[in-house]
């Protein structure tokens, strides 16, 4: 970003006061009196409301910056459109969401928007339930995209689609302030503007985590998973299972798009944020890694060394248990209780931590117990 427009983003952000202030203040939305606390926006007070204002650029996680302009709305102290997701409440404000002038704006920006997209609009994107809720002004022919992407980013889980792109920079301000990492930037001037990295590098020489927080909140499908791109059309009909993530003990949330036919999951995305305990994040293997829940090689049942064979064979759960509390006796009556040790897991629950260090300790009278997140 130029210097010249970080000073004016850095400019604009002052705009909106600190949250934290506690005074109350009464601001008429669509003609009804509503309750605000100094400090909030016209955008929050307003979906509080409970009133439809559209926005592409808006996260929860993110500082407002009022980018795609989806969100103007009247307001009694300008002349002019004010954008709701970063205009400060003000007592006795008379605000209007959804007047004509309004509606007109936001038909108007939507044709523009789709002009500037392939013909068919990502299904479920936020880009097309906007189209559908609130109408597309008619007479804006489509353009072609002058915007360059990756094609050789040889990364195997993030795919970049430069038409698709509104340059909204969700993306690129979420890997600042949220991952911190900056990977991706917004770079070049006119229509070539578009998503860029250091010298328009692959993601895996720069650096990015891979964390898949750009892909999560991009509203038109310009960022994708590579795996799930081939389907990008049919992932919003596809039904969604939330589940928690295995890989460590955190237990953030997962929303599993599942192909129930091939029994495939096609797509993890993180639940919105404020709802779960990641906070709609997640990290690379929590997106991306899901390749081993179909994988042949994943075992499904416990597999016990034949005593005469040596070999690995399947066997139940009361066979291999009954044979681990087997050896584990013999081993403390021959070797003594301190000759045992138990290692847990990261990725267990801590009641089952818990219960793993109490069999150590009152069941076979040893102190050897350790967890592998303490390593």
């Known amino acids: 970003m130029p210097d010249d427009a970080r000073k004016l983003y850095r400019a604009e952000q002052d705009v909106v006061p600190a949250p934290g202030a506690s005074t109350t203040l009464t601001v008429h ?6 309750t605000a606390v100094e400090g909030e ?14 926005t592409l650029c808006h996260d929860e996680r993110l500082q407002p910056t009022g980018a795609c302009r989806m969100c103007l709305v009247e307001s009694s102290d300008s002349r002019r459109l004010v954008p709701s ?4 409440v003000a007592d006795g404000q008379q605000v209007q969401t959804a007047s004509a002038r309004v509606l007109r704006h936001r038909q108007a920006l939507l044709a523009l928007y789709a002009a500037d997209q392939p013909e068919q609009i990502v299904p479920g994107s936020e880009l097309e339930v906007a189209m559908r809720r609130h109408g597309v002004a008619e ?8 915007r360059a992407g990756r094609p050789e980013d040889a990364n195997r889980f993030i795919q970049f689609q430069p038409d698709r792109c509104i340059l909204c920079a969700r993306c690129t301000r979420y890997c600042d302030e949220v991952e911190a990492v900056a990977a991706i930037a917004v770079g070049h001037r006119g229509p070539q503007t578009t998503i860029v990295t250091a010298d328009m590098r692959g993601l895996l020489d720069t650096t990015c985590e891979l964390c898949g927080g750009c892909v999560d909140t991009c509203p038109t499908g310009a960022l994708v998973e590579k795996k799930a791109a081939p389907r990008q059309m049919e992932l919003a009909s596809l039904p969604t299972v939330r589940t928690t993530c295995g890989y460590c003990g955190v237990g953030c949330q997962m929303d599993l798009s599942v192909d129930r036919e091939k029994g495939q999951i096609v797509r993890v995305q993180s639940p919105p944020p404020g709802t779960t305990t ?3 994040n ?3 293997k929590g997106r991306f890694a899901t390749g081993y829940v179909g994988h042949p090689d994943r075992l499904t049942v416990p597999l016990l060394r034949d005593r005469t064979t040596g070999q690995l064979v399947p066997s139940t759960w009361d066979e291999a248990l009954d044979r681990a509390h087997s ?3 013999d081993a403390k009556a021959r070797h003594g209780a301190h000759a045992l040790a138990f290692i847990s897991s990261s990725r267990a629950t801590n009641e089952e931590n818990y219960l ?3 069999l150590a300790r009152a069941a076979f009278g040893t102190n050897n117990c350790h967890q592998c997140a303490a390593t």
Do not use: F, Y
């Open 278 to 280: 990641n906070d709609g």
């Open 356 to 358: 793993a260090q109490k």
């Open 282 to 284: 997640l990290c690379v």
């Open 139 to 146: 007479g804006v022919p489509s353009v072609s995209s002058a």
């Open 85 to 88: 997701c970063r205009h400060p």
């Open 327 to 329: 050896l584990l006796v």
């Open 29 to 34: 939305i669509d003609g009804q009196p509503r």
């Open 41 to 54: 926006t016209l955008l929050q007070v307003a979906r509080r409301a409970g009133c439809d204002v559209p």
